[in-house]
Structure formats: structure tokens, C-alpha cells
Nanobody, 124 residues
Framework: QGQLVESGGGLVQAGDSLSLSCAAS????????MTWFRQVPGKEREFVAA????????FYASSVEGRFTISRDNAKNTVYLQMNSPRPEDTAIYYC?????????????????WGQGTQVTVSS
């Protein structure tokens, strides 16, 4: 219950594109939010993008809006993060997270389930 597995990280050049996947062990609409966070050493985990089935809405950090897109495939119980025009400052470990309750979608502290993380490195 509540297992999340990320994939798709790696090394990419600035301006190229990269897609991350997060496969859930249960039906994704069991969660109110499925969200991507990222973290670099010495800093707190940072909100990137969230998807809510129940609200039919997506939410983005201002630093990625217009470049990243979060989407889902219900049949595969998978959420994706399409990273277009990545920048060196997007380099981080990217984590998928899921939350059953409504609200506070951008706060890492309130999430119920986490994946193991996948490293994304953007070279200049």
C-alpha cells in the first residue's frame, strides 16, 4: 500500500527535455494529490508540481511553470513530469509523493507516501 517508484532520471543538457515517471502500487485517484518535489544537498525539499484528480487541477512552482508539465495515466497508475528546457539549477533528486487529504499540497511535511527519488543532472 502506498508504494511509489520513480524512474527516468539521468543526465541531460540544458535546453533538451527529460521525462520522469512515478508508478503507484494502487489506483492513483485514491490520492488527493500526486506531486513532484526536488531536493539538493543542504536544502529543504522543494515543491515542483502537483496533480489533483478530485479538483481537476494542476499546480506548479513559479520556477518551473511553463517549462514542466505534470500529467497522469490512470490505466497505468502513473504520474509523469515532462521537463522541457531544463536548466542547470533544476539539478536535484526528484521525488514523487502522494497525499490522501486535501490542502497544503506544496508542503512536503504533510505527504503520506514517498518514492526513493531519481537523480536529474542538467549540464550547461
Amino acid at each position: 500500500q502506498g508504494q511509489l517508484v520513480e524512474s527516468g532520471g539521468g543526465l541531460v543538457q540544458a535546453g533538451d527535455s527529460l521525462s520522469l515517471s512515478c508508478a503507484a502500487s494502487e489506483r492513483t485517484f485514491n490520492y488527493w494529490y500526486m506531486t513532484w518535489f526536488r531536493q539538493v544537498p543542504g536544502k529543504e525539499r522543494e515543491f515542483v508540481a502537483a496533480f489533483s484528480w478530485h479538483e481537476s487541477a494542476t499546480f506548479y512552482a513559479s520556477s518551473v511553470e511553463g517549462r514542466f508539465t505534470i500529467s497522469r495515466d490512470n490505466a497505468k497508475n502513473t504520474v509523469y513530469l515532462q521537463m522541457n528546457s531544463p536548466r542547470p539549477e533544476d539539478t536535484a533528486i526528484y521525488y514523487c509523493a502522494a497525499k490522501r487529504g486535501v490542502g497544503a499540497y506544496s508542503s512536503a511535511r504533510v505527504y503520506d507516501y514517498w518514492g526513493q527519488g531519481t537523480q536529474v543532472t542538467v549540464s550547461s
